[in-house]
T-cell receptor, first 112, second 116 residues
Framework: AQSVTQPDIHITVSEGASLELRCNYS??????LFWYVQSPGQGLQLLLK??????LVQGIKGFEAEFKRSQSSFNLRKPSVHWSDAAEYFC??????????FGKGTRLHILP | NAGVTQTPKFQVLKTGQSMTLQCAQD?????MSWYRQDPGMGLRLIHY???????DQGEVPNGYNVSRSTTEDFPLRLLSAAPSQTSVYFC???????????????FGAGSRLTVL
């Protein structure tokens, strides 16, 4: 069955520190993988996506993610977080001509 | 270019009432879907459609009906509202066929529904 696990419900990091948000997926074929961000009271914005090719993908706002097929993971990273990165982050998995399923999200808190 | 338009933005219902959440997109997207968002539960897929005349169930379809008579519209119907359906509902669409832009969802602004 298609599913996404985000093991961390909340993460707190200090401004300027590095960040890694974990995402594990289950999908029976070649996955399409996504990270979306939702700021408080806002809609969802695509940060980055993986469809094929280079397993390290770059996104907006300085984020990147690495697809590791052997670990069924697609972790999101940023080398130095800013206070404006405080938001909720969602990992999602889908496939060619298939539905897209989201994880439960990780809420990121930034300490000044 | 309006993107994905959801109406209404806010709605309060009494238990047992029916209503329809409207979703329209003007991007000629084949794929459309409805999600509900609840605290701690992320976004859960209710129903989706890969093209006009085709719909399928998602993760939490019970209590909801959909139809897709045109490419542009994908309404979500609550036939007999229950308090458990209190949530924020998002409609999303995408090109939906396996090209480089496929499956990148464009979301509507959301509809907040309260069932008393």
């Amino acid at each position: 069955a298609q599913s996404v696990t985000q093991p961390d419900i909340h993460i707190t990091v200090s401004e300027g520190a590095s960040l890694e948000l974990r995402c594990n997926y289950s999908y029976g074929a070649t996955p399409y993988l996504f990270w979306y961000v939702q700021s408080p009271g806002q809609g969802l914005q695509l940060l980055l996506k993986y469809f094929s090719g280079d397993t390290l993908v770059q996104g907006i706002k300085g984020f990147e993610a690495e697809f590791k097929r052997s670990q069924s993971s697609f972790n999101l990273r940023k080398p130095s977080v800013h206070w404006s990165d405080a938001a909720e982050y969602f990992c999602a998995v889908g496939g060619r001509d298939d539905k897209i399923i989201f994880g439960k999200g990780t809420r990121l808190h930034i300490l000044p | 270019n309006a993107g994905v338009t959801q109406t209404p933005k806010f709605q309060v219902l009494k238990t047992g009432q029916s209503m329809t959440l409207q979703c329209a997109q003007d991007m000629n997207h084949e794929y459309m879907s409805w999600y509900r968002q609840d605290p701690g539960m992320g976004l859960r897929l209710i129903h989706y459609s890969v093209g006009a005349g085709i719909t399928d169930q998602g993760e939490v379809p019970n209590g909801y009906n959909v139809s897709r008579s045109t490419t542009e519209d994908f309404p979500l119907r609550l036939l007999s509202a229950a308090p458990s359906q209190t949530s924020v509902y998002f409609c999303a669409s995408s090109y939906g066929r396996g090209n480089s832009g496929a499956n990148v969802l464009t979301f509507g602004a959301g509809s907040r529904l309260t069932v008393l």
